[in-house]
């Protein structure tokens, strides 16, 4: 292995995430529209069928509620199921699947039969993809105990998050943001593992925590280096798993900043951000010298246009000028 | 909607400074919560407001206002707001981090310039004002008693006494033997802090002889008697400098010795650095004064109107008694009465002074 970090897409650290688990451990398998022969439809999967053979990568039907339903069949008859969604818009059609089995059966079964199933599906905005392929609905699936919710906004938690979904014996969601695919970055050859635990802090500041995931992750980035131009320390904390939430990390961020902006690219109303300013409402209340701020998606279905759908997601512009405000208003 | 007033915190006072508000507009208020400071010639006194509901308008500070001037306007229970909260206009806006920091440093935050979001007072804000008040500017600090103005405020309340009040007086001579060994007893096996002095056992007898006499236990209001709604007798205090208060120390006869200790304490604490609160000034309905160990042997009192009556126990010096038909020298307290004539006579001034003696030679069921 070459000693120095290489640079990669996200679509491949996917790749090689599930590769390596294929390698790793023959109960484990892939399944899910288009994954074989096209390869995805994200080509995530491109060039698996022909390393791995048909067994192991399956092309299914269009019938999300059967075969995510297959896949927890399989997960409970001992095998390591990968199921890929092509998009979360269409995980609605296994919601049965999804919340009535696979997050209840363990419960139901008094612990005795764990569903280690993992379910990858892409989400979010920003390809033209319109209203019906576009939506950031992980905040949704966030709310069902019983699931754990990943939401990868790097290449390395792309790289490593499966590993950790795998080894996990309850059913985990990975998001994996549609516009992330194509972003490329170094991967560390030191870190083998992450943890699907704990936020992670991605730069600390002084002055504003900016508390995000996903896709918003390089777009808070960005706002932190625009403000620190102005003399403004922002501090970036990655949430990376949504349920269940760390936090402590972000009650710890905030106490330390005293101001905070959520950033999400779902819906404002009953979403991630609005659970993490009501945690501070509650837990957090005298550490802040400001108002809780959200940046979020504007609450229409996803425009098709390219200016509309730009104007409908949280941007750098945005983010920067809310945490000014806190800051530094007038 | 209610108004709250400038209460008449004795029958002496005809107006008040405001010199601190301790509420502030939108602050919810139940009854007995201290809500304001307001300078008299007795010192700052902590007025408390004795109406339940919300502050929705307050008076400007530092103003002389006369009795009965509204200080603030209180929406009772049920009430709506009189007209739709503008956001942030009903409460000053201090960040939480910033309302803790002020309560911390006991700094008014709501008064500091904003530099926050929307013009919120911020942690930075408190902690530079805190830094100033550090740098030089002391804290608004209550103002003393001032002497010459407590003297015009007893020589006008005591001349009103002598004018109207036509006072007749009592004396007799309590044998204190049986209240001394008790006393001495009780105290003997306590630490200092939680001894009795003579005074608590007065205090008592008092209270609990008005409960059989509470014709001498009110105000003499409209050329009428009105009984007080409870015994609540004023305890004179002698103040350093000159000058006296006689705060109430409230339903004293339902009070333990050791409470009612706790209580005199106390209030003789805030008589000299300030802070009694109103209803200490308002709500005594008899006065009790008792010279103590270095005071004269006898006294007789001037009444403080409207009160009708006022009890004084001398200094307690040892005599020859007889005592069952021989001589003994015993610890003897001169009792006195002072009381209003167009409220009662000798007789039931004389029943006062024989139910306090009883109570004294029985200082157990005290």
Not at chain 1, 142 to 150: D, F, N, S, T
Not at chain 1, 218 to 247: H, T
Not at chain 2, 242 to 261: N, T
């Amino acid at each position: 292995m070459n000693a120095r970090p290489t640079s990669i897409s996200y679509r491949e650290a996917c790749k090689q995430a599930i590769r390596d688990a294929l390698r790793a451990d023959p109960r484990c398998f892939v399944m899910g529209e288009d994954v074989g022969k096209y390869g995805g439809c994200y080509a995530v999967t491109k060039g698996l069928l022909e390393e791995f053979g048909p067994l192991r990568i399956r092309d299914t039907p269009l019938a999300e509620n059967g075969f995510v339903g297959a896949g927890i069949g399989a997960a409970l008859a001992g095998l390591r199921p990968i199921v890929e969604i092509m998009t979360c818009n269409f995980s609605l059609l296994a919601l049965d699947q999804i919340m009535n089995n696979a997050a209840t059966i363990s419960h139901m079964s008094g612990g005795q039969f764990a569903v280690p199933l993992v379910i990858r599906m892409a989400t979010g905005a920003g390809r033209q993809l319109a209203a019906q392929h576009s939506h950031s609905l992980e905040g949704w699936y966030a709310h069902i105990p019983g699931l754990k919710v990943l939401a990868p906004g790097t290449v390395e938690d792309a790289r490593h998050m499966l590993a950790a979904a795998l080894a996990d014996p309850n059913p985990v969601l990975i998001f994996e943001h549609v516009v992330l695919y194509n972003a490329e970055s170094p991967l560390d050859p030191a870190v083998t593992a992450v943890d699907i635990e704990h936020a992670k802090l991605r730069r600390p500041g002084r002055d504003v925590s900016l508390i995000t995931y996903g896709n918003s992750l390089p777009k808070c980035l960005g706002a932190a280096n625009a403000l620190a131009a102005e003399g403004i320390e922002a501090e970036v904390v990655d949430l990376r798993v949504l349920r269940p939430l760390d936090m402590g990390m972000i009650v710890t961020s905030v106490a330390h900043t005293r101001r905070v902006v959520i950033v999400d690219e779902g819906w404002k109303s009953g979403s991630i951000s609005a659970e993490i300013s009501a945690h501070l409402a509650e837990h957090a209340l005298y550490e802040l010298d400001a108002p809780v701020r959200r940046i979020c998606g504007r609450e229409v279905p996803v425009p098709y246009a390219a200016h509309m759908e730009e104007a409908a997601l949280p941007q750098v512009p945005g983010i920067v000028a809310a945490a000014r405000a806190l800051v530094r208003p007038g | 909607m209610a108004d709250f007033t400038m209460p008449a915190l004795g029958a002496d006072m005809e107006t008040g400074k405001l010199v601190q508000w301790l509420v502030r507009p939108g602050a919810r208020v139940r009854r007995g919560d201290v809500v304001a400071v307001v300078e008299t010639h007795k010192g700052a006194i902590d007025v408390e407001i004795f109406l339940d509901g919300v502050i929705e308008q307050l008076a400007p500070l530092g103003e002389d206002l006369p009795v009965g001037a509204v200080l603030a306007r209180v929406r009772t229970a049920g009430e709506t707001p009189a007209a739709a909260p503008v956001m942030g206009a009903s409460r000053a806006r201090v960040s939480p981090a910033a309302r803790r920091r002020a309560g911390e440093l006991d700094l008014d935050a709501a008064g500091l310039p904003g530099s926050g979001a929307e013009g919120a007072v911020t942690l930075a804000d408190v902690e530079r004002a805190a830094a100033a008040r550090q740098a030089g500017a002391p804290a608004p600090a209550r103002r003393g008693i001032d002497p010459a103005q407590m003297r015009q405020a007893i020589a006008a309340a005591m001349a009103r006494s002598k004018r109207e009040i036509p006072h007749y007086y009592l004396g007799s001579s309590v044998d204190m033997q049986a209240a001394s060994r008790w006393l001495e007893a009780y105290n003997a096996d306590r630490p200092p802090d939680q001894r009795l002095l003579p005074a608590v056992l007065l205090l008592k007898a008092t209270a609990t002889a008005l409960r059989q006499v509470p014709q001498l236990n009110g105000w003499y209001e409209d050329g009428a008697f009105r009984a007080g709604p409870g015994i609540h007798p004023g305890w004179a205090i002698a103040l350093r400098g000159g000058g006296l208060v006689a705060p109430a120390v409230h339903d004293a006869e339902r009070k333990s010795l050791a409470q009612l200790m706790d209580t005199l304490r106390d209030l003789v604490q805030r008589a000299r650095i300030g802070g009694l609160r109103s209803s200490e000034m308002t709500d005594p309905t008899i006065t009790v004064t008792s010279l103590g160990e270095r005071g004269a042997e006898s006294v007789f009192g001037v009444i403080y109107p409207p009160q009708v009556a006022i009890v004084g126990f001398g200094r307690m010096v040892p005599r020859p008694c007889a005592v069952d038909g021989g001589v003994q020298v015993r610890p003897q307290l001169a009792l006195s009465l002072a009381a209003d004539h167009r409220v009662s006579d000798g007789h039931l001034g004389g029943q006062l002074l024989a139910a306090i003696d009883r109570a004294l030679q029985d200082p157990e069921t005290l």
